[in-house]
Every structure is written in structure tokens, then in C-alpha cells.
Nanobody
Framework: QVQLVESGGGLVQPGGSLTLSCVVS????????MSWHRQAPGKERSFVAS????????NYVDAVKGRFTISRDNAKNTVYLQMNSLKSEDTAMYYC??????????????WGQGTQVTVSS
């Protein structure tokens, strides 16, 4: 069974930084395109950033370009989201998402349980 477990959320002041991590178990991590999504109270879940299975093809929503960086370590089955210059509008539950375009089992998609990021003074 494939599981995604996020960590690294917390309370941070505006302008601060956080790094989120998502560890994937039970599947072939190097086959997954990974992405981060977020959901603020009263709003729909929305895309934040994605990265291809080999570490290339990073994409970002305009609101985070230049501030957030997505990366992955296939040896550690982990994807990261480095968040700098955080703003109050970045406050949300952040979710990790995995999907494989390779043939075979455990293709997904899969969601993690989320980690809360709160940006407040």
C-alpha cells in the first residue's frame, strides 16, 4: 500500500521560511511525478508546485514563483518544498500528491494527510 507522509509545517512569521517534506513508501518513488497542493479554510484545494519523476520539469503557480522551490531525492523517497519569504496568504494545509505515468501497479494518484502551515505575526 502506497503511503505519503508530510512533515515540516508549523507557525512562522511573515518573511520567514519553512521546508516541507513528503516521504513516500510502498511504491516506486522514482516513477512518480510529485506535486504539492494547498487548501486554505473556505477555499478549494489548489496546485502549488510539481516536479517530474527524474527531478526535471519543475512547475509553480504564479503566486509562489521565486519564493518556493520544489525538489526531490529519489534515494530517500522524499520530495521537498522549500518556502521562503512567506506571506499570510500562504497559510493553508499543504498536501503531497503522487501519480505515475509508468505501466504497472501502484500508479495512483495518492494524497498525503497534509501538514499545516500558518504564517502570522
Amino acid at each position: 500500500q502506497v503511503q505519503l507522509v508530510e512533515s515540516g509545517g508549523g507557525l512562522v512569521q511573515p518573511g520567514g521560511s519553512l521546508t516541507l517534506s513528503c516521504v513516500v513508501s510502498g511504491g516506486t518513488f522514482s516513477h512518480y511525478t510529485m506535486s504539492w497542493h494547498r487548501q486554505a479554510p473556505g477555499k478549494e484545494r489548489s496546485f502549488v508546485a510539481s516536479i517530474g519523476y527524474s527531478g526535471g520539469s519543475a512547475n509553480y503557480v504564479d503566486a509562489v514563483k521565486g519564493r518556493f522551490t520544489i525538489s526531490r531525492d529519489n534515494a530517500k523517497n522524499t520530495v521537498y518544498l522549500q518556502m521562503n519569504s512567506l506571506k499570510s496568504e500562504d497559510t493553508a494545509m499543504y498536501y503531497c500528491y503522487a501519480i505515475s505515468l509508468f505501466a504497472g501497479s501502484n500508479r495512483g494518484p495518492y494524497w498525503g494527510q497534509g501538514t499545516q502551515v500558518t504564517v502570522s505575526s
